[in-house]
């Protein structure tokens, strides 16, 4: 990340891009930087088009031509870019793969459950279809003994999404 040197010299890393990282990550950050720094739209669109990598913005420019990026508004931007470089994604194979998650050996019970959520991202559960899919997945794939019996213990629905 680049230091910040405009908006209120705070210091604080501006988000940039890489090529092949997810845009809507990348967008994400930059929304979050843009609230804490009070930037004005114009301070969006110049931080968008700064923090995007010398291949995203030529990219950019052949989806805008033949005006600027710098012309167009911080939402026409991202949503330029969101549909150009967006993640789209079958529900149904990543529900499968959600369902493939299994704990590694030695690996700790809340990295498991962040990797459970990372994979639950895009497999379109809400509410508490996604609370029940997270627990039902966390049980199947605990593979470990200790965890096991604990959930066993644990009849009540509410009683083991405390695990999650």
């Known amino acids: ?31 979050c930087y843009c609230d804490l720094m009070e930037a004005t739209d114009e301070q969006k669109v110049s931080l968008l ?4 990598s010398a291949k995203q913005y030529d990219t950019l420019r052949g989806l805008v031509a033949p005006t600027l990026p710098k012309e ?5 931007l991202t949503e330029k870019l969101t549909a150009h470089y967006g993640t789209l994604k079958n529900t149904r194979l990543e529900r499968a793969k959600f369902r493939a998650v299994r704990r590694n050996e030695g690996e700790s ?24 899919n997270l627990v039902e ?8 003994t200790v965890i096991a019996r604990r959930s066993e213990e644990h009849t009540s629905e509410l009683q083991s999404r405390q695990y999650l």
């Open 1 to 31: 990340m680049a230091q910040a040197s405009g908006l209120a010299g705070s210091g604080i890393p501006v988000p940039t891009s890489t090529e092949g990282g997810e845009i809507e990550g990348y967008l994400e950050r930059l929304d």
């Open 49 to 52: 088009l700064c923090g995007l």
């Open 72 to 76: 167009l508004s911080y939402p026409e």
């Open 109 to 132: 019970v809340a990295s498991f459950v962040v990797r459970l959520r990372n994979a639950v991202r895009y497999c379109g559960f809400t509410g508490t279809v996604l609370a029940e």
């Open 137 to 144: 997945q966390f049980i199947m794939g605990k593979n470990h």
